[in-house]
């Protein structure tokens, strides 16, 4: 069973960086598309950014677009990253690492099938 694991987050305040990780455990994810999606107390899990199997396609949320960039490394084990600058505090919620089920990019929760624990990004005011 793959398995993805994911961190790098933390506290920030208004205006700060942080750069999000995940490690997936099998190289045949290299084939599939990855994304992360985020969810805030309350609130349902939504897409935040996503990459095609080769890194050649990217989509992001209008929310982060231009704020985050989401990046992968296929060589050894596929890795995914999430870089987020310029960060707010309505980007406060969990980050979730995701694998699509096929090699295209898509921004439905219901196409992804494996996801990590999740890492805590906490932005204050």
């Known amino acids: 069973q793959v398995q993805l694991v994911e961190s790098g987050g933390g506290l920030v305040q208004a205006g700060g960086s942080l750069r999000l990780s995940c490690v997936v455990s099998?190289?045949?994810?290299?084939?599939?598309?990855m994304a992360w999606f985020r969810q805030a107390p309350g609130k349902e899990r939504e897409f935040a950014a996503g990459?095609?199997?080769?890194?050649?396609?990217?989509?992001y949320a209008d929310s982060v677009k231009g704020r985050f960039t989401i990046s992968r490394d296929n060589a050894k084990n596929t890795a995914v990253y999430l870089q987020m600058n310029s960060l707010k505090p309505e980007d406060t919620a969990i980050y979730y690492c995701?694998?699509?089920?096929?090699?295209?990019?898509?921004?439905?929760?219901?196409?992804?099938?494996?996801w990590g624990q999740g890492t805590q990004v906490t932005v204050s005011s």
């Open positions: 099998e190289r045949t994810v290299s084939n599939s598309a």
């Open positions: 990459i095609n199997w080769n890194g050649a396609v990217t989509y």
């Open positions: 995701a694998r699509g089920r096929r090699s295209g990019l898509t921004i439905t929760l219901n196409d992804y099938d494996s």
